[in-house]
């Protein structure tokens, strides 16, 4: 076989569906295992949004749209904007993608050049610093930690910028960590980029699964930063494969001639899908799911405290509770290893989030219902004693 | 707003997206358009398909898949190399991606570091060389002619192949010219590509869509060959983005990370439906929307000639015909558009495919029934009178 690309070298697959691929194994030979290391609801899409993809289909709604979506999904999201946050967004803003996995490739692809250095905090979202080495552009990983609430901060970005770094990207809330940026924080983080004349991208897949406080969105701060958002979490609609980027007006011809090169367009019957996504008649359905997480938040945080696994803060967001199982092990691809094998409960080595910060920690995802999540701190109890 | 991207001036916007903006305004005026534009058959996604996509969803089939894919399609596409070619394939070799041009940006990002070059016919798919610039390769096009069927040839490989050739990537048959390479013309590009060391990429995406003669797959060719191909064309599933790649078994890790970070996974309700595409009952449904396109192109091929478009050879496969329209106009952007405006029929300019051949050219699809290829006949008969 010839040689492959040298990139390959720096892009690492997630260590997490090594223990996955164990976890089933031992499923397969009849073990019992717990769930904890996926990275996606249990909850199935919601009846009207199925049912809205079911109508879709049966209407014979399988071409290609624009690249840049359907245009009253565009419309639809550009008003939710309105309705959720007050902000009034022109539609042709708007870029429905595959995925907000579409959208961080669109956006990495349209903005920096080889060579290019973009800060990410590390813990983080694995996926960002390969996205950037895909189109060749660079990722420099900041270590954060409890101090910070694990996310960047104004100073450090100011501090971190270098002669080659053209932007940042956060993620509001963050990935494994749940950790939200305040409004002021992101006001003053957006103030050092726009002096250095980079750019700014804020993930907020995780957005609307803020539990106890406000959710400060970075829309509306400026022609220089890119929104990230998807249908897949708080809307349940992992498997659709859709998400949306808001964008500055300039971008948006860039981003369009990428997206009808790239993709050609996001899936049709998801697009359509999404309009009941975001229909009010919906909410209430999503808001009881969010409510359902909470609950599972609020039983694991202290039930995982109480095991000596040390967690900073309260994480305010997602579906992840990054703790410090160094206590236990400070090898944590080995503890995630030993819990699978030894108690049956899968959860995902800090590693995979962190080059820098993971080895001492592990990400729960309460992704199970209550009575697994106590089943799991059972086991984890009679493992650890 | 900061800078963008330097890549950004490389990638090309779609033409014929500015014709289908043109002929949707002249639509909202009230006029009649015939739309022979369009890169994607007019039929509807057949029954059995869209079934088993309602019957996934109603299913709760909403979560991500696997990465490389659900693991009973890739077992069916593998079965169908099998029954379809008679080509004994491990499923572990086929990768699902969202339409071929997932596969398309996997197997560049893969194989191709910045600035080496990847050898393409002009005229050919635009996105090719967008696919990877995006990776910071570079396409290098080579004009082809009727003399070479619009296709490369083993002997242009060979002299065009330079210090920092790594690979070609052929479309068999090709999109905009419906041209085949025949099975010995591929045998003998590969041999080169192999003594030089390099990779042979083939997309086969029109592949079924073959008429009046047999399909040369490179499927078995070798360990340095990648196949790509797709559900979209003969399988009527453009909207449902849904593709797949045939790789050689050591490239199967490579993709598999690359594809965890770019996509996490290809559409769900996508994936159970192509179990349906793939199952012998559709089969004649599929095949009954072939000999339609045959009939069409059957009736269009001499009726274009009549007219005075020179079309050098007979379009083995596709849904298109690439035809000389210098003897009207030498530029095909200005003759798009007056065709558009003066006899409301859309078809694309040829500099969409080829910056080095496609002036004096454009691309007729027959995406439309015969009724409606009859009247644009005589339209344009009226007009060009
Ligand atoms: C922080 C973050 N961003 C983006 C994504 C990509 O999600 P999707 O492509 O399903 O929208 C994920 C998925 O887990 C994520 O955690
Ligand atoms: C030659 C060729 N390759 C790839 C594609 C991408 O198709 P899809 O991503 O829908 O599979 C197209 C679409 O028109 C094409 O013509």
């Not at 071409?63 to 245009?71: M, N, Q, S, V, W």
């Not at 990054?322 to 030993?338: I, K, N, T, W």
């Amino acid at each position: 076989m010839p040689d492959c690309a040298k990139r390959l070298d720096a892009i690492e697959p997630f260590r997490v569906m090594a223990i996955l691929a164990r976890a089933r194994a031992l499923e397969a030979e009849g073990r019992d295992i717990i769930h904890l290391e996926v990275g996606e609801p249990d909850f199935a899409t919601p009846a009207p949004i199925v049912e809205a993809g079911i109508a879709a289909l049966k209407a014979g709604q399988t071409h290609y749209t624009p690249a840049l979506g359907l245009p009253e999904l565009r419309q639809a999201i550009a008003r939710y904007y309105g309705g959720r946050y007050g902000i009034d967004l022109a539609a042709e803003r708007i870029a429905v993608t595959p995925g907000a996995s579409g959208g961080l490739l669109l956006a990495m692809a349209a903005l920096f050049d080889p060579a290019d250095e973009i800060l990410l905090a590390d813990p983080g979202y694995p996926c960002n610093r390969h996205f950037a080495r895909v189109v060749e552009a660079r990722a420099r990983t900041i270590a954060v930690g409890p101090d910070t609430g694990y996310q960047l901060t104004a100073e450090l970005v100011a501090s971190q910028w270098g002669p080659r770094t053209r932007g940042v990207l956060l993620a509001n809330p963050g990935n494994p960590t749940g950790s939200v940026i305040e409004a002021d924080t992101l006001r003053a983080i957006h103030a050092v980029v726009r002096e250095k004349g980079g750019w700014l991208l804020v993930d907020e897949i995780y957005h609307e699964l803020i539990y106890d406080r406000p959710e400060p969105t970075a829309v509306g701060l400026g022609d220089d930063v890119i929104v990230i958002n998807s249908f897949s979490k708080y809307f349940l609609m992992t498997g659709w494969r859709l998400g949306w980027l808001v964008l500055p007006p300039a971008l948006v011809p860039a981003i369009d001639k990428l997206a009808q090169n790239l993709f050609l367009a996001a899936p049709t019957v998801a697009q359509h899908a999404a309009l009941a996504a975001l229909a009010p008649a919906t909410r209430p359905l999503l808001e009881a799911r969010k409510m359902e997480l909470r609950a599972r938040r609020d039983y694991l945080l202290p039930a995982l405290r109480r095991l000596g696994f040390e967690v900073a803060a309260k994480p305010a967001g997602a579906f992840y509770i990054y703790a410090d199982c160094s206590r236990f092990d400070g090898d944590s691809e080995r503890f995630a290893e030993r819990l699978l094998l030894e108690a049956g409960v899968a959860i995902t080595p800090g590693t995979d989030f962190g080059g820098l910060s993971g080895r001492g920690y592990v990400r729960f995802a309460y992704t199970v219902d209550l009575p697994r999540l106590r089943e799991a701190i059972a086991r984890m109890e009679a493992w650890l004693r």
